[in-house]
């Protein structure tokens, strides 16, 4: 009975000091500081509708429609992790998946994936390389032919 009063005391502390942390900050593995900012998760981007429009050269498109939470953090500096895919030699793109269920296969949206226009020059990165990314955010609801999500200035943060 004493030992059960001790542990049902024991995991009421515990919850009572975890109640004190903050989580506007994220602590990266192997280094030495916070990650401070917007961190965008893949759920929010595929919180999506698309509306049909026609496209001078395409015909009829299904354009996105962007929700308001991914709007308010356009233009701004964010965090995303995810998985490389490579576009060509000179390109990649980062991905809620693996490149084996990734877009081009079908297995996913176009909402799972973020344009990548590194700051400098493009990093050599291995094919599923998970990685955290900041950049600068940006939203496309227009051009059918550059995707809807894109980070500008991308610099890896973790996994390279």
């Known amino acids: ?23 506007d900050k994220i602590q990266i593995e192997k280094t030495n500081f916070l ?21 001078p050269k395409y015909g009829e498109v299904q354009f996105p429609v962007v929700n308001e939470k991914v709007k308010l953090r356009g233009k701004k500096k964010i965090f995303i992790s995810g998985f490389i895919v490579p576009i060509d030699n000179k390109s990649y793109a980062l991905s809620k998946n693996v490149f084996a269920s990734c877009f081009f296969c079908g297995k996913s949206g176009p909402e799972s994936i ?13 094919t599923d390389q998970y990685v955290t990314i900041e950049g600068t955010f940006r939203y496309n609801e227009d051009d ?17």
């Open 1 to 23: 009975m004493r030992n059960s009063l001790k542990i049902i005391l024991g995991l009421v502390v515990a919850v009572f000091c975890l109640s004190f942390t903050t989580s």
């Open 35 to 55: 990650i401070k900012g917007d961190t965008l998760t893949w759920k929010v981007l595929g919180e999506i509708k698309y509306v049909k429009k026609n496209h």
């Open 114 to 126: 973020v344009g990548l226009n590194f700051k400098g020059a493009t990093p050599k990165l291995k």
């Open 144 to 160: 059918a032919d550059d995707w809807i999500y894109n980070l500008d200035n991308a610099v890896i943060v973790k996994g390279n």
